[in-house]
């Protein structure tokens, strides 16, 4: 029953801060708090215990707040007394996915209405909705919403991800700057009515389609552990229509703050992976059959599920004596002929047009077709009203009139086109008769037609008697759906059709028509056993269980906000990973006696994105320093060769070098190299240079790097797609060729290397730790700071080492890698600025006291 609110002369405060909004500021509104916090036991965790809170507390529901344009409500305004109504919309999407929640589950809606309403009735109208139907609306201004949703949304979003480009003025719109800014106010205002409703310690959002894209930037900034979904219903394009969107980035970055992404296809969540690649330069694995995608050490999943429809609606109005008497009308004015049908919106996507000047094919090529079959036509209304949805709508018809002026005869109309609004009970009528349903969309996100097809041909006891057929009779239907729509794949036993091919499509439909019976029926039962276990609450109930799947670490990790804006971001790490502070390590350096000290070289004391490696002065007598102190061994440890590293770390004299990963050792500049007693057995590198060659010369931008003891295959300048291929490619080539040869083959960040078995970091730490306590010297302080993955295998020999109880003293230990993100180390520093000011305090802590380093006051950092 729909439920009446009364109107009063009251305030809004609905559209607060909307100018502050437009100029695209990202602010940060308090939220109201909802129930009692959980305790801070250490910085940055939470704890799931509550104490004696928990004896009082209620149990607390668990809740899905699901975000959408519209609100799955129906609104009307009764002329005479000015009283607005509102029911629930049983045809929307958003409703019927609570059948696939738990009933203990708590739903609230956060959307727009579909009708205008007066600012002075907003807050009474807000309350009303939130008591009775759990539903917040979001009261746009007008302009503001035109911008958005006509703007942006219809204008430059839609047309692009269904691979539509502006070309040209008449091709679309250009990207508008101001259309953008509106899109994130918008964005930010239902943000803002998301943020007035939530627990963020318990509830789950789940956000619908491309028009809150960076939404999920606005919440993961105003709570870093956010337990956040998105399903996007629309296509997602390839990289290469979508790099064209001068604000990609910023989209992109609001889809990654979220913990699960959704699409109907893999193609979809290909492009998105694709675009995630080059344009930001992530990397995706399957990590035990699902697709994840490490950023910043969150883990954002990747979910591939087609929505399906809800089987009891259908099947409700299938029962319907309206349908079983429309039916028969239907079935009576197309007696002794066969139906073909079609249910389109009217969009220059959908291919109707197509469809027709196919379906004119067939007619021409099989001239005893005529008088015989029929398409009808049933056109949605249009959801915009732009002058390509006119074109459309104009070639349509002036086709069908064509059609029917050849083909026609009295009494006979070829094409039949329903260009009106058609209840539901109508277009089920039509899905039962129909021998035949015809989906040649262009491009479409995820079409139901074929579904709600499928069902209804399935039929009913009372649609089975208003048509003539014995309820045990078995079920036909035949499907042509064009391969461009998100369906297509789970449809099996359809015809796919390339919609732009007509003569195909013609001859799709000629199959469809004279297949044998009894194909259409196996077809049929494959179809309908997909569709009903898949309807829409296994697609809503799959959702969620991925989505409290992805989220079930939120609390184990520690987390940090970077970034600014819409490049807004939250790095999550392990909790005993923190910032090396230096005056910590400075106070645990001053009191040791004998200290270990080992650097990579790229990305650590040089930036990985310099492009002169050679050290700066500073750099070298801060090296100088602290090699030249007594306690201390220092070592470079790089892959690089020793050519390179003996000129650039010429100055050094006391420093020790590993060359190409530790194959060669120097202890001094005045000791010989020491070589691995591998050196004799390289003779794998004959086979493994030509095998690389051949992938340089067959991939465009990669190069071969040719060590003393290695050969390194890189692929950083390389298409990124094409690049990963050939290195996945290669690797497993490697791997067969030497797989009885004293070779292993790494795969590291944008190269392929093969190197002797028995070389690493990890042993070049463990030669010089034993050696030092061979010489009566066991370190009690020992260091290791790398970038890269060798690094980590320092990391962990240096605390499998030094950890032992059987090392002879205690030592303390600090593991540091460079950048934020998962590693072994227990320590991080930002950059190799960080570093080498850490090394400036070290030096400055050293004895003697240094004469060629200024003196770096060192101040007390706090890591967060």
């Known amino acids: 029953m729909p439920q009446t609110v009364s109107l009063a002369g009251m305030d809004s405060r609905s559209g607060a801060n909307f100018f502050e909004l437009a100029s695209g500021d990202l602010l940060d509104i308090p939220q109201t708090p909802r129930a009692l916090p959980r305790v801070m036991t ?304 009217m969009d220059i996507f959908k291919g109707i047009s197509l469809k027709l000047l196919a379906f004119e094919q067939l007619l021409q090529q099989y001239p005893d077709l005529q008088g015989e079959l029929v398409l009808i036509q049933i056109v949605n209304p249009a959801r915009s009203s732009g002058k390509d949805v006119q074109e459309a709508k104009r070639e349509t018809y002036l086709t069908s009139g064509r059609i029917n002026n050849i083909y026609g005869s009295p009494g006979y109309q070829p094409v039949i086109l329903i260009d009106r609004p058609v209840a539901r009970y109508e277009k089920t009528a039509y899905y039962g008769l129909a021998e035949c349903c015809i989906v040649s969309a262009v491009r479409d996100g995820m079409n139901l037609v074929p579904y709600k097809y499928i069902v209804c041909r399935q039929g009913s006891p009372s649609m089975d008697k208003a048509m003539g057929i014995k309820t045990d009779s078995p079920r036909t239907s035949m499907l042509v759906v064009s391969e461009f729509i998100g ?196 003779e794998w590198k004959q086979i493994v240079e030509p095998v690389m060659e051949s992938y340089r010369e067959a991939t465009d931008g990669s190069n071969v790097e040719i060590k003393e003891s290695a050969l390194v295959w890189h692929h950083q300048d390389a298409d990124p797609d094409f690049g990963s291929c050939q290195a996945k490619e290669l690797l497993d080539h490697l791997e067969s060729v030497l797989s009885n040869e004293p070779a292993v083959v790494n795969r590291g960040h944008h190269i392929v290397e093969v190197k002797p078995q028995g070389v690493s970091k990890g042993l070049v730490a463990e030669k010089v730790i034993s050696t030092m306590v061979k010489n009566g010297e066991p370190p009690d302080f020992v260091m290791c700071i790398g970038d890269d993955r060798s690094d980590e295998d320092m990391f962990e020999s240096i605390s499998s080492t030094v950890s032992c109880p059987s090392f002879p003293v205690v030592s303390e230990i600090f593991a540091c890698t460079v950048g934020k993100k998962p590693s072994k180390a227990k320590y991080y520093l930002d950059d190799s600025v960080d570093v080498v000011r850490l090394l400036r305090g070290l030096a400055n802590a050293s004895c003697p006291k240094p004469t060629r380093v200024a003196h770096f006051q060192v101040s007390i950092e706090n890591p967060f």
């Not at 195909?504 to 494959?526: C, F, G, Q, W, Y």
């Open 42 to 345: 250490a910085p940055g965790i939470i704890s799931d215990l509550d104490g004696d809170l928990d004896a009082t507390s209620p149990v607390c529901r668990e809740r899905q707040i699901i975000v959408a344009n519209m609100l799955p409500l129906h609104a009307q305004r009764d002329v005479e007394t000015g009283k607005w109504s509102f029911s629930w919309d049983e045809d929307s999407l958003l409703l019927q996915l609570k059948d696939g929640l738990s009933l203990e589950t708590e739903v609230v809606y956060v959307g727009s209405l579909k009708v205008e309403v007066d600012v002075s009735e907003q807050e009474e109208i807000a309350q009303k909705l939130l008591e009775n139907f759990n539903c917040v609306p979001t009261f746009v201004p007008h302009e503001l919403h035109e911008k958005f949703y006509h703007g942006f949304c219809k204008q430059q979003l839609w047309p692009l991800f269904h691979y539509m480009l502006p070309m040209c003025s008449d091709h679309g719109d250009r990207f508008d700057r101001l259309l953008w800014q509106a899109y994130v106010s918008v964005n930010k205002i239902f943000a803002d009515k998301v943020m007035e409703v939530i627990n963020p310690e318990e509830d789950y959002v789940w956000v619908n389609d491309y028009h809150f894209m960076v939404l999920p930037t606005f919440l993961r900034k105003r709570y870093y552990r956010v337990k956040l979904g998105f399903f996007l219903h629309s296509p997602f394009p390839s990289s290469e229509i979508y790099r064209t969107l001068p604000v990609r980035d910023e989209i992109l970055r609001g889809f990654l703050n979220c913990d699960l992404i959704g699409f109907h296809t893999f193609d979809y969540a290909r492009h998105f992976l694709s675009c995630c690649s080059r344009m930001l330069g992530l990397n995706y694995e399957s990590k035990r059959g699902y697709i994840g995608l490490d950023y910043f050490g969150r883990t954002v999943y990747i979910k591939i599920l087609p929505v399906g429809i809800h089987m009891g609606r259908l099947q409700s109005v299938l029962n319907l004596s309206s349908t079983a008497v429309r039916v028969r009308e239907i079935q009576e004015q197309f007696k002794g002929k066969k139906v073909i049908l079609g249910i389109d919106d």
């Open 487 to 682: 369906c297509s794949p789970s449809l099996s036993g359809a015809i796919r059709v390339n919609p732009w091919d007509i003569d195909s499509v013609a001859e799709a439909m000629n199959l469809a028509i004279t297949m044998p019976d009894s194909e259409k029926r196996l077809r049929h039962e494959k179809h309908y056993r997909y569709v009903s276990s898949h309807d829409v609450a296994y697609w809503a109930r799959s959702f969620v269980q991925d989505l409290e799947r992805a989220c079930k670490d939120h609390y184990s990790k520690r987390c940090w906000g970077i970034g600014l804006g819409l490049g807004f971001r939250v790095v999550s790490l392990s909790p005993n990973f923190r910032k090396l502070s230096i005056n910590h390590i400075v106070s645990t350096y001053k009191r040791t006696n004998r200290r270990a000290i080992f650097l990579d070289y790229d990305g650590t004391i040089v930036p990985q994105s310099s492009i002169v490696k050679s050290l700066s002065p500073e750099v070298v007598a801060v090296l100088n320093v602290l090699s030249n102190d007594p306690k201390n061994t220092v070592f470079i440890v790089s892959g690089r060769g020793r050519s390179s590293l003996i000129e650039w770390l010429a100055p050094c004299e006391r420093l020790g070098i590993a060359a190409e990963h530790g194959f060669f050792i120097k202890w001094s500049k005045n000791t010989d190299w020491e070589s691995s007693p591998l050196t004799a057995h390289l």
